[in-house]
């Protein structure tokens, strides 16, 4: 496969594969499917509105439109399909239902009403207060609705923060078989192949802020960009740096424009916060062991992406600290969401299970 035709798996683990294909109960799943896409595509740019796909059908079923939600202050995915479709749209396919208030553009439920547009199919319901009742205008101008049982795909992050308050966060690491990011001297690059840090930066590139701490920072004095995507300039990357004993000096890649630097004992929950209020909505949490057991003992983890080279070390830090776990009967299980061969490493996706009551 050309590069720049990556498959949805690819640019959002889990789009459309684990959690089970779109529902397709009115014959529109394909066409869902395909607003999904739309919606991956602008991932990372749009926060902290939702990254939303929306496919325009003629009165044949014929695609004549499609959009995704622009960066903010732009179109929204549906208005970017009626302009594609050019007065020929009967039925508008969205990954979210639309929008029925005024911010910096208008409502897309009034707009859709004024293409003359017949049917309007979505997925999930709009749960922000002041944007809900889309699918209640359209119905009262005679569109029909239909609503279908679909995968969140890309809104899986923004519809966390909408249920939550606080950022969807992604902990990314590289490790060897036996679970090693870096030998017995601290030295860690390369674990993973060429392909597999491609990889890295299109999940960097769909993200609104990355977290590295100050043990991965001072080793490895990372930039916390996303580099050469299509389409991508990674311009818009907020880079936080947790620095408890404020070891880690200014001029390291990491700080200056567009960055945080958090000094002194903060709970991750408090970052986290401060984060929502910059409106970021997804996080990427590339910290070392340390970082990543604080927050995924904080219950702050919502998704995991681990790549895996087949290497072994046999020593040298794990890829997680202690997460206070003494018995095998308090392990932390996962849920397998998706796993791709990249290049001659594998990336593994995967959710937290729930935690069981005390």
């Not at 897309?108 to 944007?131: M, N, Q, W, Y």
């Not at 890649?253 to 945080?260: K, N």
């Amino acid at each position: 496969m050309a590069r720049g035709r990556r498959p949805l798996s690819a640019l959002c683990p889990g789009a459309l594969t684990g959690e089970g294909r779109a529902v397709d109960t009115t014959g529109y799943g394909e066409t869902m499917d395909r607003a999904h896409g739309l919606g991956v595509s602008v991932l990372g740019i749009t926060s902290p509105n939702p990254p939303v796909g929306a496919v325009a059908l003629d009165a044949r079923g014929q695609v004549v439109g499609e959009g995704a939600t622009r960066p903010p202050g732009g179109l929204h995915a549906e208005r970017v399909a009626l302009v594609e479709a050019a007065g020929r749209a009967h039925t508008v396919v969205c990954t979210l239902e639309p929008c029925n208030h005024t911010g910096r553009t208008g409502p897309c439920a009034e707009a859709l009403i004024e293409a003359g547009v017949k049917r309007v199919v979505f997925g999930h319901s709009d749960p922000t207060s002041p944007a809900a009742g889309g699918a209640d205008a359209l119905r009262a101008a005679g569109v029909e609705v239909v609503q279908l049982a679909t995968v969140e795909g890309a809104l899986a992050g923004w519809l966390h923060r909408q249920r939550t308050g606080r950022p969807f966060v992604t902990w990314k690491y590289a490790a060897t078989l036996d679970g090693r990011s870096a030998a017995a001297d601290g030295s860690s690059r390369w674990i993973t192949g060429a392909l597999a840090r491609a990889d890295v930066h299109v999940l960097r590139s769909q993200v609104d802020a990355i977290i590295a701490g100050s043990g991965t920072v001072l080793a490895d004095d990372p930039a916390l960009t996303a580099r050469d995507v299509p389409g991508r300039a990674g311009e818009r990357l907020l880079r936080v740096v947790m620095d408890r004993r404020g070891r880690v000096p200014a001029t390291v890649r990491a700080l200056g424009d567009g960055s945080l630097h958090v000094t002194g004992d903060h709970d991750p929950a408090d970052v986290l916060d401060q984060l929502a209020g910059r409106g970021v909505v997804r996080v990427l949490l590339e910290g070392g062991p340390t970082l990543a057991a604080a927050f995924y003992r904080a219950g702050l983890v919502d998704e995991v992406v681990a790549y895996l080279a087949p290497a072994l070390l046999g020593a040298g830090p794990a890829a997680v600290g202690d997460l206070g776990i003494g018995t095998i009967t308090d392990i932390a299980r996962l849920h397998l969401i998706d796993v791709t061969r990249i290049g001659e490493d594998v990336r593994l996706t995967l959710r937290p299970a729930p935690r069981k009551a005390a």
